[in-house]
């Protein structure tokens, strides 16, 4: 009986043993998945707080406009709208890539070839809409709009009109119009599509501002 016995709880053991061993290797894997999504979340997060940029919003228009106290300033016909958001750290290497992005986008059809994305605003012979629009950099805190990271008026102002006089040598002075800076705008635009894309400089002014 003894022997019997002693049978019995080898028996036992060794099933025990080979349960325990098959779940060991559970624990382990799943605190490292969850400890890897934590970090990746993380990371995305601190990298999405550090963009700092000009920020251009291009609206393909066949038409648009812009009035001040009831007086139409600025209009154009089919062409490019650009709502302008200056960020206080853009230098002008921002500018000129904002600057000759927008002219080179191929937001246009090509009528001769049938190609929908195939030419830019010069190749149309269309107009440019340029409009100051700080709250571009707005952040919500709790229910209210901050604009602490756009860049100050005064150095916004002259920046700001740097910025089309960029645009106006780059194509032509008679294409380029622009509403009013710092004035309470009213911008009305027949938006052609809709095609509205956002251009950011971030990680651009570095590069070889030769290439298109």
């Not at 038409?63 to 230098?91: F, K, N, W, Y």
């Not at 009213?186 to 030769?210: A, E, I």
Request: net charge positive; hydrophobic share 35%; glycine share 8%.
């Amino acid at each position: 009986m003894c022997s019997i016995d002693f049978g019995i709880m080898q028996f036992q053991q060794r099933i025990t043993f080979n349960r325990e061993t098959k779940q060991r290797p559970i624990s382990p894997g799943r605190s490292a998945i969850v400890r890897h999504k934590r970090t990746n979340r993380v990371s995305f997060g601190r990298r999405k707080q550090t963009i700092t940029a000009m920020r251009a919003v291009v609206q393909r228009v066949a038409s648009a406009s812009v009035e001040v106290e009831g007086r139409t300033v600025s209009a154009i016909g089919p062409g490019l709208l650009v709502l302008v958001g200056l960020h206080e750290t853009d230098v002008e290497s921002d500018a000129e890539y904002i600057c000759r992005k927008v002219l080179n986008m191929r937001l246009f059809p090509n009528d001769k070839t049938g190609k929908t994305w195939d030419q830019n605003v010069m190749q149309r012979n269309y107009e440019v809409l340029l409009v100051s629009q700080f709250t571009l950099y707005g952040v919500l805190k709790g229910n209210k709009p901050d604009f602490h990271v756009a860049m100050p008026p005064n150095a916004a102002k002259t920046f700001y009109a740097s910025l089309v006089e960029k645009f106006q040598k780059s194509y032509r002075i008679d294409a380029v119009k622009d509403g009013v800076f710092g004035a309470m705008m009213k911008v009305n635009l027949v938006n052609d599509g809709p095609v509205t894309m956002q251009l950011d400089s971030c990680g651009q002014s570095s590069k070889n501002t030769n290439g298109v």
